[in-house]
């Protein structure tokens, strides 16, 4: 499993902390008209907010708290327009990413207001993450998080701007498993807000989910399939003959759990479709094809300089190593793979572009190793509680990128009250909507110029617009001093 979503994050949430500082001591000498230039910064603000988190919202006499960061950017907000909430998922959270949300805000003059999930980035409730300490880690206490944050924000508001019982309209966005939060936000507390964005969310918990795989078959298109899978097998044979050579080859000799590289090895190809860079990767494995080079090694090169940063991210005696770090969210991603929603992204039983070894006992023995016996995904319970693709939600907006293997896990069909917008263009790939292309490194405002279809882009964006326009219109008739 990699992460749903690309962390446009500096290596170390404590780094990111004294970037924080840094950048604003050094940006507040900027003039305010300055910044409102054409935003080139990835970030519209890293200055960190705190609050005080329950940590248990379940229980009727656990009142222990923790600290939960939080960042608001209030350039474009007229007094009583809408806030913007942009759930962070699961990663650290250094700021608010200079996403197409900022183009929003400034057409609705919002506030964008931003959370950390809990456990993730420097939001931990605590220092040791083992197994027991981790039992508070779930999207429902997130969601509940959320909710207590967007109250405690409110108010903090109406006491800045010497307000009482007022209610600006509110609008949740959240790309991926955040995008998941965000329908399931608008679907338990629908007062809480006027309608949600939720973009490439993976709302649909799925046990084997083979779909992911056939998918990048699609993506990959015929001729950059059929070289992948040969490679799949060549490695597979070499990995039969001389484990230690081909795990070197890739820079991967640390991985002793051959599934571990073989997961890598797929995630490696995975993310140039997940996050819009397919030519990059298929070109010179068709290349090297046709040249009748030796495409290993193509596509070792490929892994080595496009991915080899997260070679440790696979290797489960980091997974199993509890001390709270930088790297503590690749653990904490998989508990909650291990808990609620597992995605186990098998290989089909035919036609796979990954190694077969990739299977369902593969993700098991993950859990089991790494979190303990007893710890494995009860996914029917998460569909049960949220409805899965049956969500009975309303004021939902959920986009697709025609080029993700995650689509497969979002919402299939369209209605007035829930629409549903496929992105589609050669390189559209997870969250274009707010993100544009390619995903990774991030662009700032999701510029969408280097989408294939900047024009398919553009479309879906003006019925977001729409959509959003209408809701929050709506949201103010129906009484937003009533509460
Ligand atoms: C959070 O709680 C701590 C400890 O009780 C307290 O010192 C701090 O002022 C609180 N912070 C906020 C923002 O309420
Ligand atoms: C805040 O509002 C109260 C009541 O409307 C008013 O009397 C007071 O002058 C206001 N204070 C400021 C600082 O605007
Ligand atoms: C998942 O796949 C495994 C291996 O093919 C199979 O044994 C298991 O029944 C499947 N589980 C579900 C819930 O589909
Ligand atoms: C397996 O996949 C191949 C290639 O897509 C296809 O031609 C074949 O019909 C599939 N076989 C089965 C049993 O599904
Ligand atoms: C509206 C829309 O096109 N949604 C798509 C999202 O992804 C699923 C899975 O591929 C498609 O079936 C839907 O058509």
Not at 169 to 190: E, I, N
Not at 439 to 466: F, H, M, N, W, Y
Request: net charge neutral; aromatic share 12%; charged share 20%.
């Amino acid at each position: 499993m990699k992460f749903a979503a690309p962390a446009p994050a500096p290596a170390s949430p404590w780094i990111a902390f004294l970037i924080s500082v840094l950048l604003v001591s050094s940006v507040s000498a900027l003039s305010p008209r300055l910044l409102r230039q054409p935003n080139s910064k990835k970030y519209l603000t890293t200055k960190a907010l705190w609050f005080n988190q329950t940590l248990d919202h379940f229980s009727p006499y656990d009142h222990r708290q923790f600290g939960q960061r939080y960042y608001e950017f209030l350039d474009h907000f007229t007094h009583n327009g809408p806030i913007f909430l942009e759930i962070c998922g699961e990663s650290v959270c250094p700021g608010i990413p200079n996403d197409y949300i900022s183009v929003l805000a400034n057409k609705f003059g919002a506030a964008v207001v931003s959370l950390e999930h809990r456990y993730y980035g420097m939001s931990s409730p605590f220092n040791s993450l083992t197994t027991e300490n981790l039992k508070y880690l779930s999207s429902k206490q997130a969601l509940f998080d959320l909710a207590i944050f967007r109250q405690y924000y409110q108010e903090s508001l109406n006491l800045k701007l010497n307000k009482s019982n007022v209610e600006n309209p509110w609008f949740v966005f959240g790309v991926s498993y955040s995008g998941a939060l965000s329908a399931w936000f608008r679907l338990k507390f629908p007062h809480l807000t006027c309608g949600s964005l939720a973009s490439s969310a993976v709302i649909q918990a799925i046990y084997n989910f083979t779909e992911f795989d056939k998918q990048i078959g699609i993506s990959a298109g015929p001729e950059c399939k059929a070289v992948l899978q040969e490679i799949t097998r060549l490695v597979d044979e070499r990995l039969a003959s001389n484990d230690k050579e081909v795990k070197l080859m890739f820079g991967a000799a640390e991985l002793k759990i051959d599934g571990d590289f073989l997961y890598y090895l797929a995630d490696a190809a995975v993310t140039a479709f997940q996050y819009g860079n397919p030519d990059k990767l298929c070109n010179p494995l068709i290349e090297a094809k046709k040249a009748g080079e030796d495409i290993v090694k193509a596509y070792a090169t490929y892994v080595r300089e496009n991915y080899g940063d997260d070679v440790a991210t696979y290797n489960q005696q980091n997974l199993k190593k509890t001390a709270l770090n930088v790297n503590s969210g690749d653990r904490l991603w998989w508990f909650q793979v291990c808990t609620e929603v597992a995605y186990f992204q098998v290989a089909p039983s035919n036609d796979s572009i990954r190694s077969p070894r990739v299977d369902t006992r593969y993700h098991l023995d993950l859990c089991k190793n790494v979190f303990g016996e007893g710890i494995y995904p009860d996914v029917d319970a998460t569909n049960v509680y949220y409805g899965g693709t049956k969500i009975a939600g309303s004021k939902i907006i959920f986009t697709n990128g025609s080029q993700d293997p995650w689509r497969h896990a979002s919402k299939q069909t369209s209605s007035p009250d829930m629409p549903s917008y496929l992105i589609s263009c050669h390189n559209c790939g997870h969250g274009t909507d707010m993100r544009g292309c390619p995903q990774s490194p991030l662009v700032p405002e999701g510029d969408a110029k280097k989408c294939s279809s900047p024009d398919a882009v553009r479309k879906v964006r003006q019925k977001i617009t729409d959509n959003i326009d209408l809701w929050l219109s709506l949201c103010l008739v129906s009484g937003r001093s009533s509460m």
